[in-house]
């Protein structure tokens, strides 16, 4: 899952003035179907009078509205096959996150925002295949390319801020200035509190969909993992390779224990009563019985003692 916040800048990038020249340009892949936190099917014209009308103290080249870009990895979007109301879903989560993020107790109703799903993607130059030579810019890109375009206003929604104000609920003068480019990072003193923490906004927009789906996000899938190869030392880098190493082994004995097959005996359990065979029933055995005399067989009698003739004495 990638967090992007654009940077200020020319053109389609500059958020001084209204927002009409950014929305245009999302209306490219379809028309309409933008969302918000409690709307469907939002039309652009509305989205740029909305945005723009949510305003208040604000110089003239100061930013008047961020873009927030939510770009969810293949493997994420297989996982929830690209439900688009699973998508508009998580947006609303992730933007839950970009208010308390600021630290300033405040929540997404506290927020005045549009977004907008898209499937395709095209190359530009900062891609490594176009800057090798392998591809030309504009080309589509390959496989799930689904990801969320957000503008958020920079000041805090109006609305509710006047109605709280008017209820005695906030006694602050003013509304909030909300900027995810901020170089503070919850400040406790001075006239700027709180902050936006970028690294941990993008933490915890990952955990949000990990949550939200049942996802088991493997370790080099983690926001951690990206952000320590890249700005990390060397040893925690090799410290962090070596335990995605040890996950992937776990993981794959995991799985092929779970691939033994059963032994026939514990197969033929698991079936229900009715399907089992019968099985073979053995006699008892029996002792032997004796013979009857019929069977028994002949037994030869022994021969008569030889009779010899005694003579008696000559005379």
């Not at 379809?30 to 945005?51: I, K, M, N, Y």
């Not at 997404?108 to 993607?121: P, S, T, W």
């Not at 890109?141 to 801020?161: C, D, F, M, W």
Request: hydrophobic letters at 35%; proline letters at 8%; one cysteine or more.
């Amino acid at each position: 899952m990638v967090a992007k916040i654009p940077a200020s800048g020319k053109g389609l990038s500059q958020r001084s003035g209204s927002c009409g020249g950014l929305v245009a340009y999302l209306e490219k892949e379809v028309q309409g179907q933008w969302f918000s936190l409690d709307r469907a099917d939002v039309p652009a014209a509305e989205v740029v009078a909305t945005l723009d009308q949510n305003k208040r103290n604000l110089n003239r080249d100061a930013d008047k509205y961020y873009q927030v870009v939510l770009a969810p990895s293949q493997a994420e979007l297989r996982h929830i096959d690209s439900d688009p109301e699973k998508l508009r879903a998580y947006t609303r989560a992730a933007m839950e996150q970009y208010a308390a993020n600021f630290g300033k107790g405040i929540a997404g109703r506290d927020l005045v925002y549009f977004a907008k799903v898209e499937h395709e993607r095209t190359t530009n130059h900062q891609d490594r295949a176009v800057q090798v030579g392998d591809v030309a810019t504009g080309q589509a890109k390959a496989g799930p390319q689904t990801h969320i375009h957000v503008i958020v206003s920079r000041t805090e929604n109006l609305a509710r801020y006047t109605e709280r104000k008017r209820a005695g609920e906030l006694e602050r003068k003013n509304p909030y200035h909300l900027s995810p480019l901020t170089n503070h990072k919850n400040t406790q003193r001075g006239v700027v509190t709180g902050g936006f923490e970028r690294k941990q906004y993008s933490e915890r927009v990952e955990q949000a969909f990990d949550q939200a789906f049942a996802y088991e996000r493997p370790l080099t899938e983690t926001f951690r993992y990206a952000h320590t190869m890249q700005h990390g030392t060397p040893e925690e880098c090799a410290a962090l390779r070596v335990q995605a190493i040890q996950e992937q082994q776990a993981a794959q004995q995991r799985q092929a224990v779970s691939q033994v097959v059963p032994e026939p005996q514990a197969a033929v359990q698991q079936l229900a009563p009715e399907q089992r065979p019968p099985l073979a029933v053995t006699a008892p055995a029996q002792a032997p019985q004796p013979p009857s005399p019929a069977q028994q067989p002949a037994v030869p009698e022994p021969p008569a003692p030889e009779q010899r003739r005694v003579r008696g004495p000559r005379l």
